[in-house]
């Protein structure tokens, strides 16, 4: 999967499914995608937070795109601060998520990689995380294709990938290789946030605020594979 912006749980759900984890890095930016902004409890209700990028475009590769100022992180912590200071987990959390944005400037792709790991471990997941630009770096096609020869380069013999996949992927290409090919579908139950209601899809810190390590396992395992 591309590397996101702290992603929602879903991209957790697909994270928790597998033993190796690749980041794809080296495709295209996608214009309001997830990849410099997410979903957010900020001052008070649901708001998107987007990271400032250099020159964005979809002509670009994601690695090759870098955060414009490290300003940003002020205001996000701020706001973060402003909404999930009387959350369980937010003296937990704090000061760790502070260290891992660093200061906020450098490849979007290396911060994504960082917040994904830091995420996936405050949920006590412990995956073999691998990097498509380094790991694969010879490995060429595009699309399925492409897919596929890492899979090879890995000897897998099942492939996971989101439900929004099911229009991109074909079972029965990647059953020619031996390569079994599902897809994670997610169940966004609902656990209290630190506003009235519920909004599901939020970033995963809104999971990790709100829940401690008992509630994150809950709320990791509600998928299934189809």
Same mark, same amino acid.
């Given at each position: ?20 984890? @690749? ?42 795109l870098y955060i414009a100022d490290g300003r940003w992180t002020k205001s996000f912590l701020k706001s973060l601060e402003m909404s999930y200071r009387k959350t ?31 995420? %996936? ?34 000897? %897998?013999?099942?492939?996971?990938? %989101? ?43 809104? @999971? ?17 594979l189809s």
């Amino acid at each position: 999967m591309q590397p996101y912006f702290f992603p929602y749980l879903g991209y957790f759900h697909l994270l928790d499914s597998c033993d190796t984890f @690749v980041f794809l890095d080296n495709v295209n930016y996608i214009n309001r995608g997830w990849v410099n902004r997410n979903q957010f409890i900020l001052s008070g209700s649901p708001n998107m937070f987007t990271i400032p990028l250099t020159g964005a475009s979809q002509n670009k590769l994601i690695n090759e795109l870098y955060i414009a100022d490290g300003r940003w992180t002020k205001s996000f912590l701020k706001s973060l601060e402003m909404s999930y200071r009387k959350t369980k987990c937010f003296d937990e959390l704090i000061d760790s998520l502070k260290e891992v944005l660093g200061d906020g400037t450098g490849r979007i792709a290396d911060l994504n990689q960082r917040t994904t790991i830091w995420s %996936a471990n405050q949920l006590g997941l412990t995956k073999v995380f691998k990097i498509s630009s380094k790991d694969f770096e010879s490995i060429e096609g595009v699309g399925q294709e492409r897919i596929i020869r890492i899979c090879q380069e890995e000897s %897998a013999k099942s492939y996971n990938n %989101a439900i929004g996949g099911v229009d991109l992927y074909n079972k029965m290409d990647f059953s020619k290789f031996g390569i079994e090919l599902s897809f994670v579908q997610s169940s966004l139950n609902a656990y209290p946030q630190s506003v009235p209601g519920f909004h599901p899809g939020m970033s995963i810190l809104d @999971v990790l605020m709100n829940n401690d390590m008992n509630e994150r396992q809950t709320l990791l395992k509600q998928y299934i594979l189809s």
